[in-house]
């Protein structure tokens, strides 16, 4: 088994190499909640990394994530030999989830893995339905799954390790408006690959009018964060999303690197 340190260290340069939003605000956060959000995060990317798969098909894609959302409640079962079969398909930070749980400690693991289990099976339930998105309230669902939730573990990693209480429904909003963005930007790529998470008959426009109605009660949810590194965490990626907002509607490809520093910087000063 390898050491804490040794672990930490890793898990620290899988997240450099598998995010480009959430690196920065992570290390912002102090002491053991670092690692737990880090732990958490590289988690929740290792059952999207099945879910976004180019290669594997549907039907192993829903076995994979079904047994996960199954086997992952039980902190006795290892993981890696339902992904054994698949190590040439599967990305290392999947193949790992293993170590990344190890980091999470004792007392906050069952709820972490709660969220890591419902996130896993309604993921697995969109592939069921090939991510068709027909309503409004489809959408609320899909962002749910792959982004509320995340919202919503990280009002109770708040809670564990700073004693602060949050609005769930607003942290579920900060995750809903991150994620609609994210659609906006990859919405070329998403169809190059067949797919749409646009509702039926939704314009650009729509999505960001829905975005910006997320992204609203994201502002109301950061503004009841007292605690610096908490509100430092949330407040980085909520702006680089209003300014990703904001170059989609200038018609520009995206975020130049001196803007995203600028808009860091401006934050943590």
Not at 2 to 20: C, G, P, W
Not at 116 to 122: F, L, P, R, V
Request: net charge negative; hydrophobic share 40%.
């Amino acid at each position: 088994m390898k050491e804490t340190n040794v672990l930490l260290q890793e898990a620290q340069a899988m997240l450099i190499e598998t995010s480009r939003t959430f690196a920065i605000p992570i290390s912002r956060l102090e002491g053991k909640l670092n690692h737990v959000v880090m732990a958490s995060y590289l988690c929740m990317r290792s059952i999207d990394e099945i879910e976004d798969h180019l290669s594997l098909p549907n039907d192993q894609k829903i076995f994979l994530l079904q047994s996960v959302a199954k086997q992952v409640l039980n902190e006795k079962d290892s993981l890696f030999p339902l992904f054994a079969p698949f190590t040439k398909y599967l990305p290392e930070v999947t193949l790992r989830i293993d170590d990344w749980l190890k980091l999470i400690p004792d007392d906050i693991s069952a709820d972490v893995r709660f969220f890591i289990s419902k996130m896993a099976k309604g993921m697995a339930k969109w592939t069921e339905r090939n991510w068709q998105i027909e309503t409004e309230e489809d959408l609320d669902d899909y962002t749910y799954v792959v982004a509320g939730l995340v919202g919503e573990l990280l009002s109770v990693l708040w809670q564990w390790h700073d004693q602060i209480e949050t609005d769930r429904q607003l942290a579920i909003s900060f995750g809903r408006g991150l994620q609609a963005v994210n659609i906006i930007r990859n919405k070329s790529e998403d169809q190059e690959r067949g797919v749409s998470f646009y509702p039926k008959d939704w314009t650009q426009e729509n999505m960001i009018a829905y975005a910006k109605k997320q992204l609203a009660q994201a502002d109301k949810y950061i503004a009841s964060i007292k605690p610096k590194h908490i509100y430092e965490f949330c407040s980085i990626p909520l702006a680089l999303a209003y300014g990703t907002l904001q170059v989609i509607e200038n018609n520009q490809e995206k975020l130049k690197r001196d803007e995203v520093i600028n808009i860091v910087n401006t934050i943590i000063k």
